[in-house]
């Protein structure tokens, strides 16, 4: 069930980097917005409709935990993402943030040491070699779009994005194996609720910015543009990030923090096969290797992680009401 709920959280995922691609007319700081305004809206319902007596049942200190958590797997991370796709290149920032996976599996494994560090070379090595091949072709060797003082900005945001969502895999699977209480379900309406009062911060400080990128009058009337824009921001924020957010969740809770680094990596090859199906074109020989060895480095790695032990369960022992068993080491009385 654990790897069940971890390739429906990589499925779900990988619609972010579809669904905009149907929502060209709009900025990526309105897309943002939206989604995670959905997101947040949705999960403040579910959160309030049990009563505000709600909020007391969780004390500050995870307050500040679903806000921290928010914070950085949210907003910062795809606003570090939009700088990298502007001064990076996209084919550049995805073939950096393939690398959350390898980051994740050796980090949370330094956090909680399950597995050799050995055990992760040669999967780390199939998913690197694939990551490289399902991008080289679209890379710009020249780099010449824009000066290198932006583009050690992209790359800078998008090494601070890989590094903020590993760091916030990692915890976030920590925090929910040491608070087995907290449900699933009900973390990943606080990351929502944590999430809404974020975006109202981020939506408030641009319209103060004098030439910030809302385009706030398209929204005054119910046009196809705007409809179309309402159902992607819906179908972002509740199924991606409500659900994925779930699902991962779920997932983080009963499987090995190592192997689910390795996991991530679905999402782009999941993202791939929906790109392949939208422009209805079958990948690339190049393209092909590098999915082909992203999947043999995950399986390769799940072959060597260690399966729970069933536990032995007790010899049965029949009796009567009233009778004295005798064991060899105690007598038991019924």
Same mark, same amino acid.
């Given at each position: 069930?654990?790897?069940?709920?971890?390739?429906?959280?990589?499925?779900? !995922?990988? @619609?972010?980097? $579809?669904?905009?691609?149907?929502?060209?007319?709009?900025?990526?700081?309105?897309? =943002?917005?939206?989604?995670y305004l959905c997101y947040g809206i949705?999960?403040? $319902?579910?959160?309030?409709?049990?009563? *505000?007596?709600?909020?007391?049942?969780? &004390? @500050?200190?995870?307050?500040?935990?679903?806000?921290?958590?928010?914070?950085?797997?949210?907003?910062?991370?795809?606003?570090?993402?939009?700088?990298?796709?502007? +001064?990076?290149?996209?084919?550049? *920032?995805?073939?950096?943030?393939?690398?959350?996976?390898?980051?994740?599996?050796? #980090?949370?494994?330094?956090? =909680?040491?399950?597995? %050799?560090?050995?055990?992760?070379?040669?999967?780390?090595?199939?998913?690197?070699?694939?990551?490289?091949?399902?991008?080289?072709?679209?890379?710009? !060797?020249?780099?010449?779009? #824009? %000066?290198?003082?932006? +583009?050690? !900005?992209?790359?800078?945001? $998008?090494?601070?994005?890989?590094?903020?969502?590993?760091?916030?895999?990692?915890?976030?699977?920590?925090?929910?194996?040491?608070?087995?209480?907290?449900?699933? *379900?009900?973390?990943?309406?606080?990351?929502?609720?944590? =999430?809404?009062?974020?975006?109202?911060?981020?939506?408030?400080?641009? @319209?103060?910015?004098?030439?910030?990128?809302?385009?706030?009058?398209?929204?005054?009337?119910?046009?196809?543009?705007?409809?179309?824009?309402?159902?992607?921001?819906?179908?972002?924020?509740?199924?991606?990030?409500?659900?994925?957010?779930?699902? !991962?969740?779920?997932?983080?809770?009963?499987?090995?923090?190592?192997? /689910?680094?390795?996991?991530?990596?679905?999402?782009?090859?999941?993202?791939?096969?929906?790109?392949?199906?939208?422009?209805?074109? /079958? &990948?690339?020989?190049?393209?092909?290797?590098?999915?082909?060895?992203?999947?043999?480095?995950?399986?390769?790695?799940?072959? %060597?992680?260690?399966?729970?032990? &069933?536990?032995?369960?007790?010899?049965?022992?029949t009796y009567t009401q009233n009778q004295?068993?005798?064991?060899?080491?105690?007598?038991?009385? $019924?």
């Amino acid at each position: 069930m654990g790897l069940l709920y971890a390739l429906g959280a990589c499925l779900v !995922w990988g @619609l972010i980097f $579809v669904i905009p691609h149907f929502l060209g007319d709009f900025t990526a700081i309105e897309l =943002t917005l939206g989604r995670y305004l959905c997101y947040g809206i949705l999960s403040a $319902v579910l959160f309030f409709r049990r009563g *505000t007596f709600h909020l007391r049942r969780y &004390p @500050l200190k995870v307050w500040g935990t679903i806000l921290l958590f928010a914070l950085i797997s949210n907003m910062l991370y795809y606003v570090a993402v939009v700088v990298g796709l502007r +001064y990076a290149t996209a084919p550049v *920032t995805v073939l950096l943030l393939g690398m959350c996976p390898i980051l994740v599996a050796f #980090y949370g494994n330094w956090h =909680t040491r399950e597995i %050799s560090f050995r055990t992760l070379i040669i999967p780390t090595l199939c998913i690197g070699f694939g990551l490289v091949m399902v991008n080289i072709s679209e890379i710009d !060797w020249g780099f010449g779009l #824009y %000066s290198a003082r932006q +583009y050690i !900005w992209g790359l800078l945001s $998008v090494i601070s994005a890989v590094l903020g969502w590993s760091w916030y895999a990692v915890q976030n699977a920590r925090f929910l194996k040491k608070n087995s209480d907290v449900a699933c *379900t009900d973390w990943a309406t606080l990351i929502g609720v944590g =999430t809404l009062f974020w975006v109202i911060i981020f939506g408030a400080v641009l @319209l103060w910015v004098p030439q910030h990128q809302l385009n706030l009058g398209r929204f005054t009337h119910l046009s196809g543009e705007t409809l179309r824009f309402l159902g992607g921001v819906a179908i972002l924020g509740v199924v991606s990030s409500w659900l994925g957010c779930y699902f !991962w969740n779920r997932a983080s809770s009963c499987l090995p923090m190592s192997l /689910m680094g390795t996991l991530i990596i679905f999402e782009t090859i999941f993202s791939l096969s929906f790109v392949f199906l939208i422009q209805r074109q /079958m &990948p690339t020989i190049w393209e092909f290797i590098g999915i082909a060895a992203m999947v043999a480095g995950i399986f390769t790695f799940m072959k %060597s992680v260690p399966k729970p032990q &069933p536990q032995s369960s007790p010899i049965p022992i029949t009796y009567t009401q009233n009778q004295t068993i005798q064991s060899d080491k105690s007598d038991v009385e $019924v």
